[in-house]
């Protein structure tokens, strides 16, 4: 089993930043495929942005050129750097993993983990 936990959530003002990160525990980390996902209210699950296991990189066309995907191997952590955010970026933040298999990354049913999520506010 793999535990998930993420931090770094917060209230910030537009056009400022975050940093998410999400520590994983009891698995093998290097072998992961990492993905955030956000939901804001009244709202489903959406893709926000992945790292394969070899570090390729996907993020949804929304966020892409102001979010920004990373991972530690050696500490067992992904990261989300989020600049330039919006008050529609406002969501809970949930960090996900999967061992390497066939299916999107994008989808949010291809993962098998999931931390408890962290709340993004953005306001005006």
């Known amino acids: 089993q793999v535990q998930l936990v993420e931090s770094g959530g917060g209230l910030v003002q537009a056009g400022g930043s975050l940093r998410l990160s999400c520590a994983a525990s009891?698995?093998?980390?290097?072998?992961?495929?990492m993905g955030w996902f956000r939901q804001a209210p009244g709202q489903g699950r959406e893709f926000v942005a992945a790292i394969s296991w070899i570090a390729k990189t996907y993020a949804a066309d929304s966020v892409k050129g102001r979010f920004t995907i990373s991972r530690d191997n050696a500490k067992n952590a992904v990261y989300l750097q989020m600049n330039n955010l919006k008050p529609e970026d406002t969501a809970v933040y949930s960090c996900a993993a999967r061992y390497d298999r066939i299916g999107s990354v994008q989808y949010s049913a291809n993962y098998d983990y999931w931390g408890q999520g962290t709340q993004v506010t953005v306001s005006l």
């Open positions: 009891g698995g093998t980390f290097s072998r992961l495929a």
